[in-house]
């Protein structure tokens, strides 16, 4: 799997000349599967940095949405691919009790907060609830969890060609109580995470900030760390970081990260902090490129 970071922010769009290097765009992930496929997960201002031309050939993309915070959903009519009617795209996403998604995802998408009308979309839509075991799109296997978050939030496992990516990139895993004290059957996500190839995991806020957001459903950095830790994640991936979070910032918070996760046992070189544009691969090579 190939897997491109179109936005890596949380909560909302910061621009600005020292939000460059980690990029102000909410979160989107691209994947693309090793038979092709490409998979979106979240669909925030980042999507606006995929490739614009992602089913000019005649592939279904699908995106997978977590949750409906807008967030990330707010891309959704700035991808240039939903406006083609050549394109088939499946948006995917939690059920709701009596409410379709179209629905739901319309409330935000309509007038008059936009011009353009979910319903007006001219490619080949198709929304779907994400079943509640495990599904193929391609040559992947997805299982979909819900995981703690405010609202309707899903975390996802995507499995292709011997590699597995775990995306919970809103999740508060430690709101039960401490990780270190809770079996696995307790903790929120661990079965999605465990032994993954890599873990792309929500790391808003520093331990001094926590205790004013407990319950908002994000993490700490030592929660963060400590639950890669238990479910054996190989790879961690930092991800929704804070709008007020500058690069600079950021930077210091990677090495307080590392640092931390050295003295958990963790090996070498396995914390990053994601970035706009930044690219990683697991597994196999796909044999589409990210950037197409």
Known sequence: MLINIGGSR??????????????????????TLSDGHHLILD????????????????EHIHILLTHLHLDHIQGL????????????????????????????????????LT???????????????????????????IRA?????????????????????????????????????????????FDLAHDADLLIHDCQYTD??????VGWGHSKLSDTLLFARRVEAQRLLLFHHDPLHSDDFL???????QERWTELGGPSGAVEMAAETQEMEIG??????AAG
């Open 77 to 112: 009519l700035f991808f240039p691919p939903l406006f083609d009617a050549h394109t088939r795209v499946t948006i995917w996403g939690p059920s709701a009790a009596g409410v379709s998604l179209k629905v739901r995802i319309a409330r935000y998408l309509s007038a008059p």
């Open 251 to 257: 930077d210091r918070f990677q090495e307080t990260a």
């Open 145 to 189: 969890e819900a995981v703690n978050h405010r609202g309707p939030t899903l975390g996802f496992r995507i499995e292709d060609g011997g590699a597995s990516l775990c995306y919970l990139p809103d999740h508060e895993p430690a709101l039960l109580g401490a990780l270190d004290d809770l079996e696995p059957e307790w903790i929120s996500g």
């Open 284 to 289: 196999a090579p796909a044999r589409v490129a």
């Open 208 to 213: 001094d900030e926590y205790p004013d957001h």
């Open 43 to 58: 669909a925030g201002t980042g999507i606006r940095n995929l490739p614009p031309d992602l089913g000019a050939g005649g």
């Open 10 to 31: 949380g909560s909302l769009p910061s621009p600005g000349a020292d939000m460059l290097r980690y990029g102000g765009d909410t979160a989107c992930v691209q994947v």
């Open 115 to 141: 011009p353009i009308d979910v319903r007006e979309l001219p490619c080949q839509l198709d929304f779907r609830n994400c079943p509640v075991s495990e599904w193929d799109i391609g040559s992947a296997r």
